[in-house]
């Protein structure tokens, strides 16, 4: 199997290799910068000859966003542009101008409805002071030293790693790995290099293939397993949050930028500044660590693993758990297992979003209409089983798995759930323990209980 995987690491450079990448990334802002001037000046100029009444066929020519057409008019300009063009790889001039085209080609896909999502904006103009820096390599020579501690990149030279590379060497020794590009940024203080790779993994078999597990994810525990298994919830942020307090206040207290009157940061204001960014970024790397421990262990354990679509960006309006449901990574947890699942030769099912989970008792599946988030037992009226409310939340997203198997590749349920559970008291919907819910063929039981969730795979 054919993937795009990446691999990062963390460098060690000299003041000297630090201020050759630092000019750049200095060059691929100055490339940005120029390019999106010159698109922004003519989309104003034209706008504004509309509004002289000048027909369409003499307006200003209009400018192409595309990267070949943004690196030739680069091209032809970068002498007087740029004087000092002679002293970086023309990859890093290719970075800013690649950015930009991307940048506008989502703002215009955004604007014309072909881009789901959150909408793009119009792309901004990049400080040398508030941006981060940042240099891709696409040619030239890219590659990992025989010693695994150094890596060569174009005009850069050989630069110093802070670990040992024999993950990615072995792959390239081996013949089953190629390096696409490789990307040099600053990141929480230090400079990492990840290499985009084209690598072929071998086809694997989870432990347990025809095992089904649901995960419910919450604030209290990070993940509960249908399997009775409590994933603790780290709360790294919540940790640090005494620290960050104290580096906060001791940062307000040094004589900081100010675009009005255009002061400068003062040494001692920049040097808080980057004790609070490692702070910060100390408390990502221990969420990224503790996240991709829990997802690969369940990718390579289980052969169905079943989570549920959550509103996470809705889930952070509630301004009293907003920060603890940030600190848990609800989303990267998922956009983890997708990938993770697909490697170790599974399936992510992924339940409709208004799916009842808590709501429904996952022994006899009665629905309860109402269930206040501070109710931590799930007590059904129907047949008396007391459970832990996340448990029978992931005991139903494991009991509704066999709707995909019986229902093939497409969705299950057509519509899925109704964004607001129907009243039906304690005989909504009844099953036979340990089956799964009805209303299967999408419509709406008699009872007036819910349908059962839209399943979709992840991949």
């Not at 030739?72 to 970068?78: D, F, G, Q, S, T």
């Not at 790397?285 to 052969?303: C, E, F, M, Q, V």
């Not at 129907?422 to 323990?433: E, I, L, N, W």
Request: aromatic share 6%; charged share 25%; hydrophobic share 35%.
């Amino acid at each position: 199997m054919r993937t795009i995987q990446a691999y990062r690491f963390a460098l060690d450079l000299t003041p000297a290799q630090e201020r050759a990448v630092l000019a750049h990334a200095g060059a691929a802002r100055v490339a940005h910068n120029w390019a999106l001037a010159r698109v922004k000046a003519v989309m104003d100029q034209r706008a504004a000859e509309r509004t002289y009444g000048v027909p369409d066929d003499r307006l200003t020519a209009a400018v192409s966003w595309s990267l070949p057409a943004l690196r030739k008019a680069w091209n032809a300009v970068k002498v007087e542009v740029a004087p000092w063009w002679a002293e970086c790889s023309k990859e890093a001039f290719n970075t800013g101008l690649d950015a930009l085209a991307r940048a506008l080609k989502h703002w215009s896909d955004s604007r014309s409805g072909q881009r789901t999502g959150r909408p793009a904006g119009f792309p901004r103009f990049k400080s040398r002071r508030r941006s981060t820096p940042s240099v891709r390599f696409t040619t030239g020579a890219i590659r990992v030293e025989p010693d695994r501690k150094h890596v060569v990149l174009p005009r850069l030279g050989r630069l110093k790693l802070h670990e040992s590379a024999r993950k990615l060497a072995r792959r390239l020794d081996n013949g089953t790995a190629r390096i696409m590009s490789a990307t040099v940024r600053r990141d929480g203080g230090r400079w990492h290099v990840a290499f985009t790779v084209s690598v072929e993994r071998p086809e694997r078999r989870p432990a347990r293939p025809g095992s089904v597990v649901g995960v419910d994810v919450g604030v209290t525990h990070l993940a509960v397993l249908s399997t009775r298994q409590l994933e603790p919830n780290p709360r790294h942020l919540h940790q640090a949050q005494r620290s960050l307090r104290a580096l906060g206040r001791s940062l307000s207290r040094k004589a900081g930028p100010d675009r009005r009157t255009g002061r400068r940061p003062s040494k001692r204001w920049q040097r808080a500044q980057a004790r609070l960014g490692r702070t910060h970024a100390r408390v990502a790397n221990l969420r990224r660590d503790g996240l991709h421990k829990l997802t690969t262990r369940l990718a390579a354990t289980y052969g169905t693993i079943v989570v549920e679509d959550l509103n996470v960006s809705g889930m952070l309006a509630n301004r009293r758990l907003a920060r603890h449901i940030a600190d848990a990574g609800f989303a990267e947890m998922r956009r983890q297992l997708d990938y993770k699942t697909e490697w170790s030769g599974g399936r992510l099912l992924v339940a409709d979003r208004w799916y009842p989970s808590s709501k429904t008792c996952s022994d006899c599946g009665a629905v309860k209409t109402k269930l206040a988030l501070s109710e931590r037992e799930y007590q059904c009226e129907t047949c008396g089983l007391v459970i832990d409310r996340d448990l029978n939340a992931a005991r139903n997203l494991a009991a509704i798995a066999a709707d995909a198997t019986t229902a093939g590749s497409g969705p299950v349920a057509g519509r899925g759930a109704d964004q607001k559970t129907r009243p039906g008291g304690p005989a909504a919907v009844k099953r036979q323990p340990g089956t799964a819910p009805a209303g299967k063929t999408g419509t709406v039981p008699p009872q007036g209980g819910t349908t059962a969730p839209t399943l979709t795979r992840a991949h």
